[in-house]
């Protein structure tokens, strides 16, 4: 069964200017840096979704997200996982239409639920993961601080995608992402 993501997709200006805030800095830290074509806003993640049900989930997502209010987003600042002090995930934030985000993400959760797959229950936090530490926990003061500075061009939420991840297929043992379905707005 594959693992799929319900996820926003920054549009190619904002990714461009997020990688060339990034790219001088990335040799500064051996983190396993995040490729651009896999940047992403996860709404929902589903760990398994048997095939035969995804079909089903964006029929459902497409009619749930009918009417979504319109939103301007910008990514800008700093998110860490767990924290500060043991990082292992850094990510910029998201501003402008987090409201909007946040019932995009209901709506895809309970979407999938109702179809008979299991989402991850986590906490909505907008973000986009930019680097992982490698599994250890680090320090990341000094990054967020950077990170705290970078505001990307604004931009409107236009759709979302439905991702399959197939892990350990892309280059350097990186997943390969593959889009099932998108979903205009």
Same mark, same amino acid.
């Given at each position: 069964?594959? @693992? ?14 997020? #990688?060339?805030?990034? &790219?001088?800095?990335?040799? !500064? ?17 589903? *760990?398994?979704?048997? #095939? ?6 964006? #029929?459902? %997502? ?36 987090? #409201?909007? %985000?946040?019932?995009?993400?209901? @709506?895809? @959760?309970?979407?999938?639920? !109702? ?23 680090? &320090? ?7 990170? &705290?500075?970078? &505001? ?18 892309? *280059? ?14």
């Amino acid at each position: 069964m594959p @693992r799929i993501f319900t996820a926003v997709v920054p549009p190619d200006e904002a990714v461009e200017h997020l #990688d060339s805030f990034l &790219e001088p800095r990335r040799a !500064a830290a051996p983190f396993r840096w995040t490729r651009p074509e896999h940047l992403h806003l996860t709404l929902a993640f589903m *760990p398994e979704a048997a #095939d035969h049900r995804v079909d089903a989930y964006v #029929d459902r %997502l497409a009619d749930v997200l009918d009417g979504l209010a319109p939103a301007d987003l910008s990514l800008a600042g700093a998110v860490v996982f767990p924290n500060v002090a043991e990082g292992r995930v850094l990510a910029t934030g998201v501003t402008g239409g987090v #409201d909007a %985000l946040a019932t995009a993400s209901v @709506r895809a @959760r309970n979407a999938a639920v !109702a179809c008979g797959i299991e989402v991850d229950g986590q906490r909505f936090r907008p973000h986009v993961t930019v680097a992982r530490t490698g599994g250890r926990p680090t &320090e990341l003061t000094s990054w967020v601080r950077l990170l &705290e500075t970078y &505001e990307g061009p604004p931009w409107s939420l236009a759709s979302v995608q439905v991702i399959a991840s197939h892990l350990g297929e892309g *280059p350097g043992r990186s997943p390969r992402y593959e889009t099932l379905a998108e979903i205009v707005l």
